[in-house]
């Protein structure tokens, strides 16, 4: 940093729940943060209840942007980067805001499209790890912010595909989890909509072999879990159960609990049950068992791009964008070459999906297909874990292969059952009277058996938390991006 | 059940295609380890253990289907044949035994605690065909077969040994078709071919 031609730039991000200053000396490749403070405002909350800026937030925003452009003139002479996201790009008064503003402060905001912010985003949360030694080939970041949601996949530093999803934590507060705690009706339907909006968009057909999450909702649940969950101050990932632990305690204390006891922003408190909901959805529907968080993001991203671009950085981040549709066809490339890790990890979600979806079948009992279907895709998955062994951590590895087996094994003591019953069944039909009476007390007997151990089995399966499982299959295979040398 | 083998020479940034071929090799390699137990029908559990093997090859081959040479496919037809006519063999094994100790446990009650224990012990070693729950189901002194049901069952027995002869005589006939057409040197030829 003290050897590149650097210079102090500010960049202020008004978003739907936060307005954010960060001050840096800035390089194109780096950043040192001179000052980083912000504000929950919640301009989303009044675009989403009356689909404008209220008069009041438009007044806390021109005081708020009053203080932040006195310190970033303590730093500098150069006026600050201001850029508005989800919230303002909705409301109905963004000019009206926008002209508000510049005629108090003479600061102008660009209101900037999602995929310009998705790139920012991207820029922002991954400029710290692209310089260390062996920075992974494949990265995706999630930008969770008050009022979208915004999702970046990358090769070799290489945006390969993004998409702005008007989604966010604010949002969701205010549209279902307005009770405090939320309530257990609430956050049903939440999650029901989640479940739905994701699995609409698709995500799994891009890759997201390690995603970097960002924003104000990914570093309080991580702050949160810190705490609660005496995690090192040094710790940056959170795994899918530590996520689900921290959604316990959001569920269970009001906010102001939570803020009191975990040192949150009241406000913070207020819509983190929404934001923790989010990520906790799409880690499940992305079958991620980890995610990393950044403190960095879109501002970050436009102070780099600012020192790369100069004056015209928004309108050269404007052109990468219309670019972005070659770029998709780049991706579905790089799918046809993946790595061993990358078709592990597809191969693994395929097959425990498959074999998850005949348990419900199982469990009704009607078929005996149905015990035959789960247990060969239990054989299948088996398979593919031996084959991905050497991409797998050891440990991990013996832990869901012995799940795998015992599956394996109690749906094949049901089925090589069944299957002697069927065979008996059809010998019945021909065998002369004598044997037939020896058939049907076997048959009896192989039935009185298979009874009890349906109960058993039902048991089993029914204990199985899904969601768990899978983020436990997935896992278990090492990040092979950041492995180096032959397994 | 004979564990895989661990896979040798793996590299895990390579594309899937190079590993795919090196895993299909591996599986092949391991289903003739079996091979030598062809001729003898009354390895029970050495013909199960090559079951299991061509049913590995199978699942690996159809893995990586996408990545393979397409010229693999009628092989793979074969191997799927393979394991079906093993799994019929490995059934009537498996009604075979069970009958057996059902049969054995009427003779007295040392008989039936002889291998009930037998049962539960080799399940332990993992050598045995049946699971052990089910022997004891069957061997419930409270539902003894009537004399006219064992003499049913002894019928069964002799018919299921019959069965056997037949299933066995099958397998070994379409495995030697296959060796006969240098059938694992094919295979390798093809896991080897440009895709």
Known sequence: MQNQETTIQAAIDIGSNTIHIVVARCSPTSLEILHDEQEMVRIGESVTANGEISAQKIDETISLLSHYKTLAVHYTSALPLIIATEAIRKARNNQQFLAAIHSATNLHVHIIDGTVEALLTFYGATYELYQEPSPPSQVAVLDLGGGSMELVTASNKQVTWHTSVPLGSGWLHDRYLQSDPPSQEDLEVAHTFLDTYLAGLRLKQHPFPILIATGGSANSLLLLARQALNLSEQETRLTYKQIVRCEYLLRNHSAEEISQRYAQPLKRARILPAGALIIHALMANLLLGEIRISTHGIREGALLAYAHYGDYWLQHLQKNAQSSPEKIDNLSQDEQQETFTQSGARLLLERTRKMLEWRSDVLKHKDIEAVHKMRVASRRLRAVLDAYEAACDPKRFKKVYRQVKEIADILGNARDTDVMMANLQQQLTQAPEASQLALQWLIERLSAYRQTHQKELEAFLQAIDEDAFVQQIVACLLEGETRHGKS | MAKAKPIIGLDIHAPTEVNARIIAKTRLAELYIWERYVDDPYYVHKLHNLRIAAKRLRYTLEIFADVLPPTIAPFLKEVAQIQEELGALHDTDV???????????????????????????????????????????????????????????????????????????????????????DFRNMVLSAIDAEP
């Open chain 2, 95 to 181: 009604m075979i035994a069970l009958l057996r100790l059902c049969l054995g446990a009427q003779d007295g009650g040392s008989g039936y605690e002889y291998a009930l224990a037998h049962a539960r012990k080799a399940q332990k070693k993992s050598d045995f065909v049946i699971n052990p729950d089910i022997v004891a189901s069957l061997l419930d002194p409270r539902t003894v077969p009537s004399t006219t049901e064992r003499r049913g069952l002894e019928s069964l027995l002799l018919d299921l040994h019959q069965q056997r002869n037949e299933h066995y005589s099958t397998f070994r006939q379409h495995w030697y078709s296959l060796q006969t057409e």
